[in-house]
């Protein structure tokens, strides 16, 4: 029996799930009606409040993590869903879907970095 890879693709999945579910909401809410509405004054959303966040260490990771784990279920997703629609992927389909998430990943990360 050979060993499989799928193990660490269904955890990116989980996590990029958790992430959807629990932390985007709230990113959402925020943005799409605290923001709008005038709940959330305008200076807690300034540029320069919010590049310092993502400057620091642990706003660049919450970026990371809200960028890359979604991005990690979506197409771990899509490529599911091709099998769904009697569409029987190989390796290379699954090779593109997941290097597609690598090097977005790897691109944040390098972004992220340098900003």
Partial sequence: MSRSHEPIFWGLFGAGGMVAALILPIFIVIT???YPLGIIPAELL???RIFAFASSWWGALILLV???FPLWLSLH????CLHDFKIHAGVRTQTVFYGIAYT???ASIVLV???
């Fill in 32 to 34: 799409g009606l605290l």
């Fill in 46 to 48: 300034a540029y320069d």
């Fill in 66 to 68: 809200v960028i890359c």
């Fill in 77 to 80: 997703r899509l490529y599911h």
């Fill in 104 to 106: 977005a990943t790897i």
């Fill in 113 to 115: 970095l340098v900003l």
